[in-house]
């Protein structure tokens, strides 16, 4: 019922920037939190950021600096703005959901297909 659909991925220089989307759309009742994850060629998936719908967010240490979390509840749509991008950034950007939706009584966690964000350095 539930599908979260990202946009905004590509190529981008280093030193760049690049926002990144992620609306959730179906039959959802609501959502306590959105984030953003990425996981890189080898490596384990990482916490990137994570907003609550009352707009408390967790960034993971090494992304505070350059990255910024937003939302925009009307539109069940969650935003991740990368600034001074580097190589290492360089992964597949994810993004999940903490919801319920209109047939559930418990929140589940879902998760969109990725975003490929690539830095060229």
């Known amino acids: 019922q539930v599908q979260l659909v990202e946009s905004g991925g590509g190529l981008v220089q280093a030193g760049g920037s690049l926002r990144v989307s992620c609306a959730a759309s179906?039959?959802?009742?609501?959502?306590?939190?959105m984030g953003w994850y990425r996981q890189a060629p080898g490596k384990q998936r990482e916490l990137v950021a994570g907003?609550?719908?009352?707009?408390?967010?967790n960034y993971a240490d090494s992304m505070k600096a350059r990255f910024t979390i937003s939302r925009d509840n009307a539109k069940n749509t969650v935003y991740l703005q990368m600034n001074s991008l580097k190589p290492e950034d360089t992964a597949v950007y994810y993004c999940?959901?903490?919801?319920?939706?209109?047939?559930?009584?418990?929140?589940?966690?879902?998760w969109g297909q990725g975003t490929q964000v690539t830095v060229s350095s």
């Open positions: 179906g039959s959802i009742f609501s959502i306590s939190a």
């Open positions: 999940n959901a903490r919801l319920r939706t209109s047939s559930s009584l418990y929140e589940n966690v879902y």
């Open positions: 907003i609550s719908s009352g707009g408390s967010t």
